[in-house]
């Protein structure tokens, strides 16, 4: 039980962490905007593309594509994010043989 509570903290925790680092507002309306994202920004929000995008929808002020880039540079960026995520998430952890599962019974 207190492994599964600490999990549950852990797994808050981190989503928390990782949607405060989401895309904000579009910055190119700012007189004077800042740096444009380049390629490893791109990559972030790549990453963080899903849960910025679960907030985008109760927040107006957050975004899931920064509009303020570098260009191409930050675009490839961003997509190699989003597939560096489905490669993680799309295999299973761990892959448990044939026959040892059928011990198991």
């Known amino acids: 039980m207190k492994g599964q509570v600490l999990g549950l903290a852990l797994i808050l925790t981190a989503t928390l ?8 507002p579009n910055d190119a309306v700012q007189s004077n905007p800042p740096a444009p994202a380049g390629f490893w920004l791109g990559v972030w929000h790549g990453i963080i ?3 910025a995008f679960i907030v985008s929808l109760f927040n107006d002020s957050v975004g899931i594509y920064e509009v303020h880039n570098n260009g191409n540079w930050y675009n490839f960026g961003f997509v190699a994010g989003i597939a ?22």
């Open 49 to 51: 593309c899903p849960i």
């Open 84 to 105: 560096l995520m489905g490669a993680i998430f799309s295999r299973p952890a761990v892959a448990t043989p044939v026959r040892a599962r059928r011990r198991k019974r």
């Open 17 to 24: 962490v990782v949607a405060a680092c989401a895309a904000g």
